[in-house]
C-alpha cells in the first residue's frame, strides 16, 4: 500500500466543494446565486459530491501492482496513465479557482451599480424608449412554465389581481411584477392611486434631487439573467436616500413624462428606511396546476 499524492489532491478538492455548497444552504445565501427552485437540484448535486468523496477516500491508499489499475477489465494494451506535471497543475487549479472566488469574495446582492452596467432603466427619449418596453418587459404567460417557486393558482392570481381596486395598492412580491406591468399597460387607470412598495434606491444621472427610482431585480432563471424594473418617484427627502439603501415608500401614483416619454411617477408621501431583505430578488408567477 502507498500513498498516492495526487488522488489526496482531489480528495481535498472534492471535500472543499462539498463544504462551500452545504456552507451557501446553511446560510441561505444560496438563493443570491440561483432561482429558488433550483435549490433542491444544489442540494442533490451537493450530496453526489459527498458520496464521490468517501468513493475518493478509498484510492488516496492504494497497492502498486499494475499500471493497468485504473484501466477496464482485460486491458493488455501497453500505456502510460502518467500525466504531465503541468496538465496536472492546470486542471487542479481550473477546480481552484471558483473555490478561491468562492471563499474570498464577499457574497452581495446585486445592486444599483449593477442595474446602471444594465443599462438605463428610465425613457432615453422617443423611439429608443418603445424598442426597450417592447422587447425587454417580458408578459406572463401563465401558461408558460417559469422555473421559480413563485406559484399560484389561477384563482389565487385573479384574487390577488382583483386587490388592484383596493384604495391601496400593495406591492407584495410574490405579485409585484404582475402588478408593476399591469399598472405600466394601464397608467391612467391607476392614477391617485395609493401604493406602497419596497425597493432599492437607484438614481441614474438627469434625475432631479427631489427624483430617485425605487427599484427591484426581477430574475426570470438565474441571477445571469436579473432584470431591473422600478419607477419614477418623487419626494422632498429624496435627497437624503444614498444609491442601495432599501426603502418602503406609501405615495400616490401620477402619470408624468420623462425625456418626452409618458410614464407613472409616485408622488412620495412616506419614505422609510428598512434592511435589505434575506430574499431581495422578485420572480414571475408561475401557475400552480393542483
Not at 384574487?159 to 381596486?165: F, R, T, V, Y
Amino acid at each position: 500500500m502507498r500513498f498516492h499524492f495526487y488522488q489526496f489532491m482531489k480528495l481535498i478538492l472534492l471535500a472543499a466543494f462539498a463544504f462551500f455548497l452545504i456552507q451557501l444552504h446553511h446560510t441561505g445565501e444560496i438563493v443570491k446565486l440561483i432561482n429558488p427552485k433550483y435549490v433542491l437540484m444544489s442540494q442533490v448535486a451537493a450530496g453526489v459530491i459527498v458520496l464521490l468523496f468517501f468513493v475518493q477516500l478509498g484510492r488516496v491508499w492504494q497497492g502498486n501492482s499494475s499500471e493497468h489499475a485504473f484501466c477496464a477489465p482485460g486491458c493488455t494494451e501497453d500505456h502510460d496513465h502518467r500525466q504531465s506535471y503541468v496538465k496536472r497543475w492546470v486542471s487542479y487549479l481550473v477546480l481552484l479557482f471558483p473555490l478561491c472566488t468562492g471563499f474570498g469574495l464577499e457574497l452581495t446582492s446585486l445592486d444599483a451599480t449593477i442595474a446602471k452596467n444594465k443599462g438605463s432603466l428610465l425613457p432615453q427619449g422617443g423611439n429608443a424608449y418603445q424598442e426597450e418596453a417592447s422587447s425587454n418587459p417580458p408578459t406572463l404567460d401563465e401558461n408558460k412554465p417559469i422555473p421559480n417557486t413563485n406559484y399560484l393558482t389561477d384563482e389565487e392570481y385573479e384574487q390577488k389581481m382583483g386587490l388592484l381596486n383596493d384604495e391601496v395598492i400593495e406591492m407584495n412580491e410574490d405579485i409585484f411584477a404582475s402588478y408593476y406591468h399591469e399598472i405600466e399597460e394601464n397608467l391612467h387607470q391607476y392614477k391617485g392611486k395609493t401604493i406602497q412598495m419596497k425597493g432599492f434606491v437607484y438614481k441614474e444621472e438627469g434625475l432631479d434631487p427631489n427624483q430617485l427610482v425605487v427599484a427591484r431585480f426581477l430574475i426570470t432563471h438565474c441571477v445571469a439573467d436579473a432584470r431591473v424594473i422600478g419607477w419614477l418617484s418623487e419626494s422632498d427627502e429624496a435627497v437624503n436616500f444614498g444609491v442601495d439603501t432599501w426603502v418602503e415608500v406609501r405615495g400616490v401614483i401620477d402619470v408624468g413624462e420623462y425625456n418626452g416619454v409618458e410614464l407613472p411617477i409616485i408622488q412620495i408621501k412616506e419614505i422609510t428606511p428598512i434592511p435589505e431583505p434575506t430574499n431581495p430578488y422578485i420572480f414571475p408567477i408561475l401557475t400552480k396546476v393542483l
